[in-house]
């Protein structure tokens, strides 16, 4: 018992899997109790807990950006990225978690990453300027990414099968509840208090999750040897062409895509090194990632799920408030109360999602869940001028309880199978495709709705002609209006009244848009619906490889 503690503490996956070549994760591989012991819990509760804090400042942040922007000085184009470094160092260095937590030991890593990512959420609350606040975000980014795999790698290799889903319910809160509450607390922080909030938010959950790993997590040596021996040419291949495609996603729809010759450069950076990185891992004797996990049957269409998962969960968080700033004119504390009903009965869900996994087929519950996130999203399709919190409630309770129960039974069907020495691979994989997939969502959004509001715009204008009398007659209703209120030249009431028509067409034309994107995203997760009618029963997988 204490032997396969430490061994998990210090991530040995090597050393066990020379000893035990065939077990499983998913079978607890070490005979521990099946309750765990306080300290696992401990360990485990305090990682998730991190990740949970990563997770949500992305989204607080978000909610409390055009604030921001304004204290430091920061233009609405370059403010972005104030987001954008955080992503794009959180991303970089989730695949690299596995192999460095070896290298420095879990122990060592995950609390270093901590301590870093609690110092820096701080400083980031006392920056001055756009480049202060683009190095400190990066840096937080960097070690809040860490924070992330690592919960999920500690609740599958210490904790034993039966309490697993217990642990994937918890993780679940990091990956699901924490994007939909993150608008909810940013926006009550910033109107209430100011925005250097949002960062001190970090300081007391962040001093409790260091202190719950300092006590619970087992020394073990370093292993630095492991850097001389490291799969360079894939680490740094993958750096670049994954640091050059988060900013292509990011940046990408504000400079018009491949009309920019930086885009442009970026994207063949981004293709090349990325096709280098998953060549070099496919030959590689001991690669960064194993790649050919996403072979197997469960992993590999989990993923896909997990991917279109990211893109609705991370897409709907980001189009969900830019209709109600700019169609209904919410501000952040009003959007995050709209959105804390996508929160809220998560919060009450999750911890029953276990014992339902005890009671009905785990896939089962995975399409139900992805069938309701998909119904959520066609709930709005509808979209009309006064579609505002009264009417997204319903839809956010469903969407709610859609994401409630399928990430945990999910998360557990796709790493069923998976072996000890295989955990630090399979979880970089795992959460770094639904962010990227996460990423990808939101870039598509972002133009599919520019795109969606010029093809309306262009429909109705040209059913808008002076030779109709509908439109003569609303014209000169609205000169009659603007004469009454204060405008004495006809001429320039008129022209006022035709400004009016004109700005409501584009409204019109803007609120159907986003009723497509809801569209998009709900044909998405029934795309992710029918991946995991792929997936294997759990029982059914074996402890071997091959599958």
């Known amino acids: 018992m204490a032997n396969s503690y430490s061994a998990a503490n210090g991530n040995a996956a090597a050393a066990s899997a020379a000893s035990k070549p065939s077990a499983s994760i998913a079978s607890g591989g070490t005979g521990e109790d099946s309750a765990g012991t306080l300290k696992m819990w401990i360990a485990v509760i305090g990682s998730t807990l991190g990740a949970f804090m990563a997770v949500l400042n992305i989204q607080i942040v978000n909610a409390s950006l055009a604030n921001i922007q304004g204290a430091i000085g920061a233009g609405t184009d370059d403010g972005g990225w104030i987001s954008t470094s955080y992503l794009i160092a959180e991303i970089v260095v989730i695949p690299l978690t ?282 709005n399709v509808y979209m009309t001028a006064d579609y505002a919190t009264d009417q997204l409630f319903w839809p956010n309770i469903v969407r709610a309880i859609g994401q409630a129960i399928c990430f945990t039974p999910l998360t557990a069907v796709a790493t069923a199978g998976i072996e000890r020495e295989n955990a630090g691979s399979a979880s970089s994989l795992f959460n770094m495709i639904r962010n990227l997939g996460g990423a990808v969502g939101i870039a598509m959004l972002q133009t599919f709705q520019q795109k969606r509001e010029q093809f309306h715009s262009n429909i109705l204008t040209d059913s808008i002609t002076m030779f109709d009398e509908a439109t003569r007659t609303r014209i000169a209703q609205l000169t009659n209006y603007f004469l009454n209120h204060g405008v004495t030249d006809q001429a320039v009431a008129q022209h006022q009244a035709i400004i009016a028509i004109a700005t409501s067409v584009r409204k019109q034309a803007n609120i159907m848009a986003y009723s497509d994107t809801f569209y998009f995203l709900g044909v998405a997760l029934l795309v992710a619906l029918v991946a995991s009618l792929l997936l294997k029963k759990p029982g059914q997988i074996t402890d071997s490889a091959a599958h």
């Open 98 to 379: 596995g192999w460095l937590a070896r290298v420095f030991s879990l122990r060592n890593y995950l609390l270093a990453n901590a301590i870093l990512f609690l110092v820096f959420s701080i400083a980031c609350a006392f920056a001055v300027n756009l480049q202060q606040m683009i190095v400190l975000r990066a840096i937080q980014g960097f070690s809040g990414g860490v924070l992330i795999p690592m919960a999920f790698t500690i609740i599958i290799t210490m904790l034993p099968k039966a309490k697993q889903s217990v642990g994937l319910a918890l993780f679940a809160l990091s990956a699901t509840f924490a994007p939909a509450i993150g608008p909810t607390i940013g926006g009550y922080l910033t109107e209430n208090f100011g925005w250097e909030y949002i960062f001190y938010v970090n300081l007391v959950p962040g001093v409790i999750m260091v202190g719950m790993l300092w006590v619970s997590l087992g020394s073990a040596p370093m292993n630095l040897r492991l850097l001389a021996k490291g799969d360079w040419p894939g680490i740094i291949t993958m750096a670049i062409g994954l640091a050059s495609l988060q900013t292509v996603l990011e940046e990408g729809n504000k400079d018009d895509w491949f009309g920019s010759p930086f885009i442009v450069r970026l994207s063949i950076i981004a293709v090349v090194s990325l096709t280098l990185f998953l060549i070099i891992e496919l030959k590689a004797a001991q690669p960064l990632l194993n790649l050919r996990l996403l072979i197997r049957r469960n992993f590999g269409f989990g993923i896909v799920a997990n991917c279109l998962m990211g893109v609705a969960l991370y897409g709907s968080v980001f189009i969900l408030p830019l209709y109600l700033t700019r169609i209904q004119g919410y501000n952040s504390e009003q959007i995050g109360t709209v959105l804390a009903w996508t929160g809220i009965p998560q919060l009450l869900l999750i911890p029953l999602v276990p014992r339902l996994m005890k009671r009905v087929d785990v896939r089962v519950l995975i399409v139900g869940g992805f069938g309701l996130f998909a119904a959520s999203n066609f709930m």
